[in-house]
């Protein structure tokens, strides 16, 4: 889908920084803060973790701190969310509350469900942030979550239904049952396993705004999205169909289709966590979509610094993506791809303002 939203304002909290400003210095710094968790995996040694240190994080409100019917897990991940929206709060315009779409992990702990629509509420109260509930929606789709959620917000927007729409995602491996689960899969990287994954944490808002609103009100674009894609892959971790790659590949062939302009990619923001499922269907994708791309794209691959961020990876990379291309150490425009453990792919095109401009003279 050709895409009409731009981006006005951003918030976001890592375990290498406490705003989208010091995460995006952290991971071109190459800092990585991954630390042992209280948590022994299945050869007696304690998991390691990108997360953030406790202090580091704002209390609970009374509210999420007492709210029957969600887990430990997830009152972290409001207080991650929480923290990173209440940055992003500042900019929220004054009149409308906007909705938002949020991105959340695709499978939960034994004690959670991850549509529980009291999330939005317990999330609007930690940050102390007013939202349109009737029109919010969550996306409990995993790391291609964000993009999925990103192409029904620009959607939303390109019908000017909305002015303004917030998206997001929040994720953490912060629990003791998730994480042993995943290394009894063989999942978690140590160093008895070099194809796994080092679990992180995290949370990302982008403040999204309409053509229209654009036009009428004196906002700051930050950056814009130029095309978004989606697509399935039905060879996935958990199917029994083979594995192709398709999926990625497919989203990469819509992305491409609905792209306006014929600019080449100049940087890509890759959805690896460090297993070789990511990179097999990059290396499919790219294969069939070469053409695409300048011969020499940058590519990054943040999780390196911040582990598997989940659900928040996308958010995550599109917000480092419009820092690196307005600070000018990254060239646009900027693909940001991520895919989801059961089968959901998604990839966006995004240029900063600036780069926009100086494009199009």
Not at 27 to 41: D, I, K, L, M, Q
Not at 224 to 231: A, D, K, M, Q, R
């Amino acid at each position: 889908m050709g895409a009409t939203a731009a981006i006005v304002a951003m918030g976001a909290v890592t375990s290498v920084g406490l705003s989208a400003a010091e995460t995006a210095a952290s991971v071109r710094s190459g800092v990585c803060r991954f630390a042992e968790t209280p948590h022994p995996g299945q050869y007696l040694e304690p998991l390691v973790m990108g997360a953030l240190p406790e202090d580091m994080l704002p209390p609970a409100d009374p509210l999420v701190a007492t709210f029957p019917g969600i887990s430990a897990r997830q009152r972290r991940m409001l207080r991650l969310g929480g923290l990173a929206l209440a940055d992003l709060g500042k900019s929220l315009p004054p009149t409308q509350p906007p909705p938002l779409f949020l991105a959340l992990p695709e499978g939960g702990t034994e004690e959670e469900a991850t549509n529980n629509r009291d999330l939005l509420n317990l999330l609007s109260v930690q940050a102390e942030v007013k939202l349109d509930f009737a029109a919010s929606k969550l996306f409990p789709a995993g790391r291609a979550a964000g993009i999925i959620a990103l192409k029904e917000a620009v959607e939303l927007l390109s019908a000017e239904r909305y002015d303004y729409v917030l998206l997001g995602g929040v994720d953490t491996y912060w629990d003791e049952w998730l994480l042993q689960s995943l290394d009894r899969e063989g999942r978690v990287n140590s160093r008895f396993n070099s194809d796994g994954f080092v679990p992180g944490e995290g949370a990302a808002f982008l403040l999204l705004a309409s053509p229209k609103a654009v036009r009428n009100e004196e906002v700051s674009v930050l950056g814009s999205i130029e095309s978004v894609g989606t697509s399935f892959e039905v060879g996935h971790r958990f199917s029994e169909e083979p594995y192709r790659g398709d999926g990625l590949a497919s989203a990469f062939a819509t992305l491409f289709d609905s792209y306006a302009s014929r600019d080449h990619v100049g940087s890509v923001y890759a959805g690896f966590n460090g297993e070789s499922y990511p990179a097999k269907s990059w290396g499919v994708a790219f294969l069939r979509h070469s053409a695409r791309f300048v011969e020499d794209f940058c590519f990054e691959h943040p999780a390196d610094c911040i582990g598997d961020t989940g659900a928040a990876m996308a958010p995550i990379m599109l917000i480092l993506s419009i820092v690196g291309m307005r600070a000018g150490y990254r060239a646009g425009p900027c693909l940001v791809w991520c895919l989801s453990d059961h089968g959901e792919c998604g990839a966006l095109l995004v240029n900063s303002a600036a780069t926009t401009q100086a494009l199009r003279r």
